[in-house]
């Protein structure tokens, strides 16, 4: 058990639809990561957020926004879903945001999009 | 981006030594070199960071050259649970983790 923890586990929507994916690190973690898997694009980095403010993006789709709260939990919002959505989103989490940052990742969220 | 290469699958036996090369040409100065593991359905476990020459944990060792244009993960005496993808990830972008392809291990009884 990592200390982070992801809900929803699984999700099945339709297209078209939006959904919230949520997160919340672990204790006295900082930056929050979301990360997509598919089996055709692998692990792809999404974006990063650190104390409440997001720091870096990667391929993140302009239909996906995230977000982190005061608390520190996060959430990943997708919408007008498509079927090439459908995977395994990832949320890590990490004390800081330096170089010799290990990344404690979540059991992800599975989502199925029909 | 600089390029990641390690073999796409190994096969092992248990109890075997298992030893899965990358090489990561472009490796910066500021760069460490970090291991990940990932069962199936499981998000990725980080296992190994070093910058040089040996870096041992309970579970691995790292074996870096002093050019630093690859890295050598070793798994002595793996088991079946051992059975995972392992990535390499020698380049800092900041803070996020830019895997490739792994290398899917393969350990049998």
């Known amino acids: 058990d990592s200390g982070v923890t992801q809900t929803p586990k699984h999700l099945i929507t339709a297209t078209g639809q939006r959904v919230t994916l949520r997160c919340s690190p672990r204790?006295?973690?900082?930056?929050v990561y979301w990360y997509q898997q598919s089996l055709d694009q692998g692990l792809q980095f999404l974006i990063h957020?650190?104390?409440?403010?997001?720091?870096a993006k990667g391929n993140i789709l302009e239909r996906f926004s995230a977000q982190q709260f005061p608390d520190l939990h996060s959430e990943l919002n997708l919408s007008s879903l498509e079927l090439g959505d459908s995977a395994l989103y990832f949320c890590?989490?990490?004390?800081?945001?330096?170089?010799?940052?290990?990344?404690?990742f979540g059991p992800g969220t599975r989502l199925t999009v029909l | 981006l600089a390029k990641t290469t390690q073999p796409i699958s190994m096969d092992s036996y248990e109890g075997q030594e298992v030893n899965i090369t990358c090489s990561h040409n472009?490796?910066?100065?500021?760069?460490?070199i970090t291991w990940y593991q990932q069962f199936p359905s499981q998000g990725p476990r980080f296992i190994i960071q070093?910058?040089?020459t040996k870096v041992t944990n309970e579970v691995a060792s790292l074996f870096i050259p002093a050019d630093r244009k690859s890295s050598t993960l070793s798994l002595p005496r793996v088991s079946l649970s051992d059975t995972a993808v392992y990535y390499c990830?020698?380049?800092?972008?900041?803070?996020?983790?830019?895997f490739g392809q792994g290398t899917e291990l393969s350990v049998k009884p």
């Open positions: 472009n490796i910066a100065t500021n760069d460490y």
């Open positions: 070093g910058y040089k």
């Open positions: 990830l020698p380049y800092n972008q900041g803070g996020k983790l830019i």
């Open positions: 890590a989490s990490s004390l800081g945001t330096g170089l010799f940052n290990e990344q404690f």
């Open positions: 957020y650190y104390n409440g403010e997001e720091r």
């Open positions: 204790s006295g973690d900082l930056s």
